[in-house]
């Protein structure tokens, strides 16, 4: 066992401190690595403060992990020291039900996908997340990044890119296809990036126009305000796929009025209450209400090669450790364009 310094939440209402913990040494079939920079997902804050469900205590959030190998286990034949990885939001899976043979691990049936913090590993032991100076997993679970993709930048793709690349490809996102992304925050910036690298014609739809500018410089075609009741009325039965990034409760009647015969609402925020679906507005044009969560390994393997060769970046802002209960409130407060990325040197020091 190694020991390593972290940022850990010891209660729904206590701010993250600074602590220990230990990491096993690297297994047969494990990568270690020196983790550089960690993203904050709002998925850290629903967890740490028991939004969805009692939390393990103490959690070490964090899984959107960028670094570089330090050490592989006697069989690993897929990565070596010094090479640049990374690990998303699972670290292991049964790795023999239909899902993870189909290479959709997110959708475990053999007991579920393993956290990368907040789970309990096959050793019994709870697993701990990216807010961290080092992790090992195993090989299997790690993914490549690119030479051309800064590891600050890499981060965020890790979560908020595949969470959107997965639906956009599963929906078929492309030439001539009409794609609505509700919000323009740190997951919703990364479905207007892809789906316009992908060549759909992307709409945002915010609460206010506040970020139009920005929405359009990222890639957006169309900006428009859900606040003014207008906006329900001019795109009624205007898209293909609405993928819904906030984690609120809408009103799922008017969203889903915004959809082509056929078109599906997409639910990638989760929120922390139960939502009303209306039957009416599913029946009268054949429409699906549907959810996708993060992505499988190749999946993100693919997506990480997709930013690469098409040039999509997250907007990120990096901070110290020691500033991560101020991003926390203002994560809360939609004060942050668009993703916070933790620089982890300081957890790196002995």
Known sequence: MSTVSAYAA????????????????????????????????HSDIHTVKGEWGKPRYPVVPGHEIA???TAVGSAVTKYQVGDRVGVGCFVDS??????????????????????????????????????SGAIVVDENYVVRIPDSIPLDAAAPLLCAGVTLYSPLRHWSAGPGKRIAVVGLGG?????????????????????????????LRLGAHHYHATSDPETFKKLRGSFDVILNTVSANLDLGAYLNLLTVDGTLVELGMPEHEMKVPPFPLAGMRRSLSGSMIGGIAET????????????????????????NTAYERVLASDVRYRFVIDTESLRQP
């Open 10 to 41: 010891t209660s729904a209402t206590a701010p993250l401190t600074k602590t220990t913990i230990t990491r096993r040494e690297p297994g047969p079939h494990d990568v270690a690595f020196d983790i550089v920079f960690a993203g904050i997902c």
């Open 67 to 69: 670094g570089v190998v």
């Open 301 to 324: 393997q693919e997506m990480l090669d997709f930013c690469d060769e098409h040039d999509v970046r997250p907007e990120i802002e990096v901070i110290a450790p020691d500033y991560i």
């Open 94 to 131: 049964c790795r023999s039900c239909p899902s993870c043979v189909a290479g959709v691990e997110q959708y475990c049936t053999g007991g579920g996908m393993v956290g990368t913090y907040n789970a309990v590993g096959r050793d019994g032991e709870p697993t701990q997340g990216g807010y």
């Open 187 to 215: 997951l919703g910036h990364m479905g207007v990036k892809l789906g316009a690298a992908m060549g759909a014609e992307i709409t945002v739809l915010s609460q206010s126009l506040k970020k139009m500018e920005d929405g």
